[in-house]
Each structure stands twice: as structure tokens, then as C-alpha cells.
């Protein structure tokens, strides 16, 4: 763990994710705050405190590239204002999942963000692109969403669908996809019944809803299990890279 050198932050946060529990609220900012923090050489003390192993079971483990890794993650604040961040770096991570690459995952029938039922089995013949997100309007979740929009006629001529999904309810999906013109699906997943049934890995110790994408082909079988909660967008390129190799 690096320790950044003691100076004077302030840290404001907004309450758009009003109707977000306070706690993911804040670890939602705070993923922001870390992600955009830069610390030169010369402000950091070689401080490093070993890795945590992690635990493997007897069930089918995922192996997943992740730029964000928040293993041994500890936020510290005293009365001198100075900041303790853990070291993020490319890893490969083990991860315990229910969905891996080359299975079929469960069916799933949820609300969209008009509040008509949506079935992935109906989509069966083309390539889906589902996306777990922690919350609507949240600073990385409206980045991955505007990018996935932005790229969307691309993921049109692949001729696959794209597809959010995340515990907000149909009528913030519809003012989010609304307010920022998404043209493809929300899904709500209140309680987190499908995150949980497809073993989507949560960040920040089980207190942070994970960011995952997984891509299926015309079969229904999973291709691509993509997680990187610090730069959103890297999850576009990583899925139209793997779409147009279909």
C-alpha cells in the first residue's frame, strides 16, 4: 500500500445518487476520487504492505483481467487530512463465478425501463452484450453508458444487442436512459436476484456492486467475461474487440 504525501484535500460529495444508500453513495465517490488522483514518485513513500492470497474453493473458478483491484483496500482519515490509497495494478484475479466462459448462463426475465418484460431467451440467434453496473447517474456508470451509446451503431453492424442491467428500478432506468439518450435496454434487477445468481463479483469487500460484461453468441453461450470497475469505457473496446472476431 502506497501512502500519499499530507496535504490539504477536500472532498465534496453531490447527492444526484440520492435515492443510493448512503454507504454506496460514498464508495461510489470515493471509487471516483481514486480513479482520478495521480501521485508523482516523488510524493509517495515505498510503504507496501503484502497482497492478500486469494482463497480458492471447490467450485468452477474465473480467471478475469481487471485493471481495478481493490484487495487490501484501505481508507484512512485523520486530523492532518492525509489519504492512504492501496496500489492498483494489472493482475489476473481467481474469481469464484456461476457464469464462466463457455457455459450457458441462467434465464433471465426482468423489467426493462418501460416496465415490459424482457427475456434473453428471445434474443437467442444474436450476439448480447449484458453489462452489470453499480447505479444510474453514478460519475463511472453515466461514462460507460454515454460510451456504449456512442458506439452503438458499431455494436449494430456486429449485430449484437446491448444490454445494462443494475439493482435501480424500471423509472430511474427511464429517466437515466432519458437524460442521456441511451438507445438500447436497462434492466432492473432489484434485490440483486440475477447479479447474484450469475456470480458477479462485488468490489470494496462486498460493499460495492461489481462492473461486469459479459458477451454471448448467437448460441447463448458466454464469450467474453470483461470486469474493470476504474475505467468504464474499456469495456467497449473490449467487447467490439471480441464481437468482430465472432
Known amino acids: 500500500m502506497f501512502h500519499a504525501k499530507r496535504q490539504s484535500i477536500s472532498i465534496s460529495f453531490h447527492t444526484h445518487t440520492k ?15 481514486m480513479a482520478s488522483l495521480s501521485f508523482s ?14 482463497k480458492t474453493s471447490s467450485s468452477k473458478t474465473l480467471s478475469i483481467l481487471s485493471t481495478s483491484q481493490f484487495h487490501g483496500l484501505k481508507l484512512s482519515f485523520s486530523s492532518s487530512n492525509s489519504v492512504s490509497f492501496p496500489c492498483v495494478s494489472t493482475t489476473k484475479t481467481s474469481i469464484c463465478a456461476k457464469v464462466s466462459k463457455g ?7 426482468l423489467k426493462d425501463q418501460d416496465g415490459k ?17 453499480p ?7 453515466t461514462k460507460q453508458a454515454c460510451a456504449f451509446r456512442d458506439s452503438y451503431e458499431k455494436f449494430k453492424k456486429a449485430g449484437a444487442e446491448v444490454v445494462g442491467i443494475s439493482g435501480d428500478d424500471p423509472s430511474s432506468h427511464k429517466a437515466f436512459a432519458k437524460k442521456y439518450r441511451l438507445p438500447f435496454t436497462l434492466l432492473s434487477d432489484e434485490g440483486d436476484k440475477i447479479r447474484k445468481e450469475w456470480g458477479v463479483p462485488s468490489d470494496l469487500f462486498g460493499a460495492l456492486p461489481g462492473r ?15 470486469n474493470n470497475q476504474f475505467q468504464p469505457e474499456k469495456h467497449i473496446d473490449e467487447t467490439l474487440k471480441l464481437l468482430q472476431s465472432l
Open 19 to 33: 435515492h443510493k444508500p448512503p454507504l454506496i453513495s460514498f464508495l461510489l465517490h470515493i471509487q471516483q476520487l
Open 41 to 54: 514518485t516523488h510524493s509517495l513513500s515505498a510503504s507496501l504492505l503484502p497482497t492478500p492470497s486469494t
Open 212 to 226: 461486469q460484461t459479459y458477451v454471448l453468441d448467437k448460441k447463448g453461450v458466454v464469450q467474453l467475461i470483461y
Open 103 to 109: 457455459s450457458v448462463p441462467p434465464a433471465l426475465t
Open 135 to 141: 447505479a444510474d447517474e453514478t460519475p463511472g456508470c
Open 117 to 133: 418484460s424482457f427475456s434473453l431467451s428471445k434474443y437467442k440467434g444474436k450476439p448480447i452484450v449484458l453489462y452489470f453496473y
